[in-house]
């Protein structure tokens, strides 16, 4: 088993840009799962198929291999051996991630690779049920949230700086529609873990975020556990 950090909470937290950087610190290997569920909601968008169409959603899981390969310490999604990571960043993966996501097929599918992925190497894992379903057991749990306004600000910034026309407010409705999604269907939803200590980024900046985290690890490490290589 290895050691595992968990850090939930909805889009745009600031999650992946954080686990990042901590696994980098810690010489973990960095998981994102919501790459994996958007590598599966590439593949639904391709073949036509819409999000509520349950039965060839539950097909496709049958037909779509999503796997992931490391290189230079990045994650690589493949989809049946394709690699996806420069086609999955868009509203429109994301929204669809977001509502076939509910699918118990698909979680369960996701859920198999990620937990494998936990026990074969230290990592740090993002996503909405790591600390909660995925890796009940994990040394250290974060939800992370900031407020919708600052998740879309910062959202419309990331999509400025790759040259994409950007509406603020359609992105802010966007993250209120996904996360009450997230938070709101059956099977694994997202919500805090008991175990998991909250931290809120709206006003703190991404160094300071780190800062906590790194402080949290150390805090562990005076369990008796070391987190540090
Ligand atoms: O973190 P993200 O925006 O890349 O995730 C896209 C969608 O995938 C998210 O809205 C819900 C789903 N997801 C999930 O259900 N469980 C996870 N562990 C990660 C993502």
Redo the contacts with the bound molecule.
Sequence with gaps: MGRQIAIDGP?GAGKSTIARSLAKKLGYIYVD???M??AMALYLLRKGIAADETEKIEAACGDADVSIVFADGEQQVLLNGENVNGLIRTEEV?NM??AS?VNPKVREKMTELQRKLGEESDVVMD????GTFVLPKADVKIYLTASVAERARRRALEYEQKGMTVDVAKIAADIEE?DYR?MHREHAPLRQAEDAVLVDSSDMTIEQVEARLMELCAAKKDDGKSFFA
């Design positions: 889009a799962t919501g790459a569920y958007r994301g991630a977001s996501s996503g909405r049920d790591i996904r997230d």
